[in-house]
């Protein structure tokens, strides 16, 4: 099993930057794929991006503005986000499974609580 404990949400500004964070614990944290989610009021839950267990590979549904990385050393999952809009605003979730090449909720295994990201003038 795998503890997951997200962080960094907030309020920020239409084109600002925010790095969210999500802190692993209970088993070997590179052994996981890992991905964020987002979830914004009405909406179903949508990938945002995913990372394999190594770091060597990377994946966006939405290319441009995000950015998804993990130091395992420190059992930590990073979400750098830039040029946020209104739209972004949602709250992000961290999840980790084994495997790769998935898409939806569905297939991940451990959830975090989430982190609320505001994005409003």
């Known amino acids: 099993q795998v503890q997951l404990v997200e962080s960094g949400g907030g309020l920020v500004q239409p084109g600002g930057s925010l790095r969210l964070s999500c802190a692993a614990s209970?088993?070997?944290?590179?052994?996981?794929?890992m991905a964020w989610f987002r979830q914004g009021p009405g909406n179903k839950r949508d990938l945002v991006a995913a990372i394999t267990g190594s770091g060597g590979s990377t994946y966006y549904p939405v290319k441009g503005r995000f950015t998804i990385s993990r130091d395992n050393a420190k059992s930590t999952l990073y979400l750098e986000m830039n040029s946020l809009k209104p739209e972004d605003t949602a709250v992000y979730f961290c999840a980790a499974t084994t495997g790769w090449g998935f898409r939806s909720s569905a297939a991940m295994r451990y959830w975090g609580k989430g982190t609320l990201v505001t994005v409003s003038e």
């Open positions: 209970g088993s070997t944290f590179s052994t996981y794929s």
